[in-house]
């Protein structure tokens, strides 16, 4: 295992990050017993990994007492990150105990810290945009708590370009804490974000942290030519089941046949190699399933191949990506002398 910095930090953290949103089962079959959850931590930590996160609703909130659970005395050790956003465990219908208000922010840190056995959190993490609540309330909330040594470094997940550069500029501008890192959906299957959100995260140096790596399990390869009555049918209406996604997998197949390696390992790869900062935020409900993953740090995709994952899974970036790249918008930009300039 080798480290990265986070973002425009100095926080040294693992090359892949632990997602715990499977440690407890209060939400069924996407979660696991204790004793399952503890070989899943172990099996990382015992790879070098220190990166770990979790969230106030993950498992009704068993996700953190397990994890804190698990740290123990080595808390230290480790890089933590929870959310807050999410309607807080017991108080789902609440309406104040939801969003990304300061009054949600402060309770949903305290609840975190009581379930997690910590005084402090290393990086917080807006959940998700609500809409509703100024992004000015939001950064000097945040810059407060970090003020007041509850947490240490910010995140920003799950929320539109323009707002994240609007509150790291406002913030840079204030002398307020930053957003370091910005966690989205991410994969061969869904690259969307390209369009704006990593754009911006490399504009503004931040480390992204990708959920949904492996597509939903689509890019494990489980889900090709699998009849109904198999194990890991293909999920009823999963929006990541589809023609497209299937010639995706497929190449990554065969992509993972040809390097001698798995199909998951070569997804996560595809990611780790991307230009800028990437860490993939990798869960498991089994020990086996995070060992898999973990061995993705032991090889490199060659370019060629890198190709042939891009091609398949390209994506029309659309207006004003396209437009600008047109040979006649070049040419009056440039004044016909685009490809003479050094950048």
Not at 87 to 116: C, F, H, W
Not at 325 to 338: A, H, L, Q, T
Request: include cysteine.
């Amino acid at each position: 295992m080798k480290y990265k910095l986070l973002g425009k930090s100095g926080l040294k953290v693992s090359e892949i990050a632990l997602g715990t949103m499977t440690f407890g089962e209060e939400n069924g079959t996407m979660g696991a017993d204790k004793a399952e959850s503890k070989k899943i931590f172990d099996a990382f930590v015992n790879a070098g990994g220190n990166f770990v996160d979790t969230a106030n609703r993950y498992q009704e909130g068993t996700s953190e007492k397990y994890t804190g659970e698990f740290m123990g005395s080595a808390r230290d050790n480790f890089v933590l990150a929870t959310k807050y956003t999410l309607a807080n465990p017991g108080r789902k219908t609440d309406i104040l105990a939801s969003g990304n208000s300061r009054k949600n922010m402060v309770y949903s840190l305290e609840q975190s810290l009581k379930r997690l056995k910590t005084d402090y959190i290393d990086l917080y993490w807006l959940h998700a945009w609500d809409y509703l609540t100024p992004v000015e309330e939001v950064m000097r909330s945040l810059d407060d708590m970090i003020r007041a040594g509850k947490i240490l470094y910010i995140g920003i997940s799950d929320t539109p370009a323009w707002i994240v550069s609007q509150a790291n500029t406002l913030a840079e501008l204030r002398g307020w804490t930053q957003f370091i890192g910005l966690q989205i959906e991410y994969s061969l299957i869904q690259r969307d974000p390209e369009r704006d959100l990593i754009p911006m995260a490399n504009a503004f140096g931040m480390t992204v942290t990708p959920w949904g790596s492996l597509g939903g399990g689509a890019l494990t390869g489980k889900y090709l030519n699998k009849i109904p009555d198999e194990p890991h049918r293909v999920p009823e209406g999963s929006k990541r089941i589809n023609e497209r996604s299937t010639a995706i997998a497929r190449e990554v197949v065969k992509v993972a046949e040809e390097l001698g390696v798995t199909p998951g390992q070569v997804a996560l790869n595809w990611i780790r190699q991307q230009k800028g900062s990437f860490i993939p935020i990798v869960g498991a409900r089994k020990e086996e399933q995070i060992k898999d993953s973990l061995d993705c740090i032991n090889f490199t995709i060659p370019e060629k191949m890198m190709n042939r994952l891009s091609d398949v899974s390209k994506i029309e970036l659309g207006f004003p990506h396209d437009f600008l790249k047109e040979p006649m918008v070049n040419d009056i930009v440039y004044s016909g002398k685009r490809d003479d300039i050094v950048k």
